[in-house]
């Protein structure tokens, strides 16, 4: 199983970004999705994850009702959709996604993407 993410990028503080993760070589909708990210010096910390059907979502407290997280099991993608971004936003974000663990994954994701760059500027 392959993740890809990509969008991410360089954005000023208040601005909005999008950022896409498409899977390939596994069974998309047997997955729970998710959105981690790294901050510079800091440990990687959940941010949103989306059930198999995307009837149910999960986030982060520092980024409810700013990021919002969507599936499309028909084109294997999983996106993060990033409103009034923080300076404190800036980090590296990847995409797991977790192969039978239930709602919520509790566990380790079983796959992860590359990560991709947001850097949010004053």
């Known amino acids: 199983v392959q993740l890809q993410a990509s969008g991410g990028g360089l954005v000023q503080a208040g601005g909005s970004l999008r950022i896409s993760c498409v899977v390939s070589?596994?069974?998309?909708?047997?997955?729970?999705m998710g959105w981690f990210r790294q901050a510079p010096g800091k440990e990687r910390e959940f941010v949103a994850a989306?059930?198999?059907?995307?009837?149910?979502?999960d986030y982060t407290d520092s980024v409810k009702d700013r990021f919002f997280i969507a599936r499309d099991n028909t084109k294997n993608t999983v996106q993060l959709q990033m409103y009034s971004l923080q300076l404190e936003d800036t980090a590296v974000y990847y995409c797991?996604?977790?192969?039978?663990?239930?709602?919520?994954?509790?566990?380790?994701?079983?796959?992860w993407g590359q990560g991709t760059l947001v850097t949010v500027s004053s």
């Open positions: 797991a996604a977790d192969d039978g663990s239930g709602w919520p994954v509790t566990t380790e994701y079983d796959y």
């Open positions: 070589g596994g069974t998309f909708n047997r997955y729970v």
């Open positions: 989306i059930s198999w059907s995307g009837g149910n979502t």
